[in-house]
C-alpha cells in the first residue's frame, strides 16, 4: 500500500479514526465531537469570500472543430490566446467599454 503524506490535521483524524475503532472493538462508546471541539478544527479551502476581483469564470461553450484545432496547433497557452482574441475582438466593437477589457 503506498504511503500517502497527511499534514498535522488530517493525521490527528486519522489517529482519531483509528482510536474510535479500537474502542467499539472493545465494546467502547467513540469519542464525541462536540460543536466547541468542531469549531477548533481550521477550515480547508479558500475562505468565503476571499475571491478575487477580475477572476476568469468556468464556462461551458461550443466551438466549431476547425476553431479548435487551430488554436490548439499553437500549443501551451491556446486558451489563453483564444481569451485574448475574443478580447480583442471586443475591443474593436463600439459596444464594449475599455475598463471592462483589462
Known amino acids: 500500500m503506498a504511503e500517502t503524506k497527511m499534514d498535522a490535521e488530517m493525521l490527528a483524524f486519522a489517529n482519531d479514526v483509528a482510536k474510535s475503532i479500537q474502542q467499539a472493538k472493545r465494546g467502547k462508546f467513540a469519542a464525541v465531537h462536540t460543536p466547541k471541539m468542531i469549531e477548533g478544527y481550521r477550515a480547508r ?56 477589457l483589462t
Open 45 to 100: 479551502g479558500r475562505p468565503a469570500g476571499t475571491r478575487k476581483t477580475g477572476t476568469k469564470q468556468a464556462v461551458t461553450v461550443r466551438y466549431s472543430p476547425d476553431v479548435l484545432e487551430a488554436f490548439r496547433a499553437t500549443g501551451p497557452g491556446w486558451q489563453a490566446r483564444m481569451n485574448d482574441a475574443l478580447r480583442e475582438w471586443l475591443g474593436r466593437r463600439a459596444c464594449a467599454r475599455p475598463q471592462e
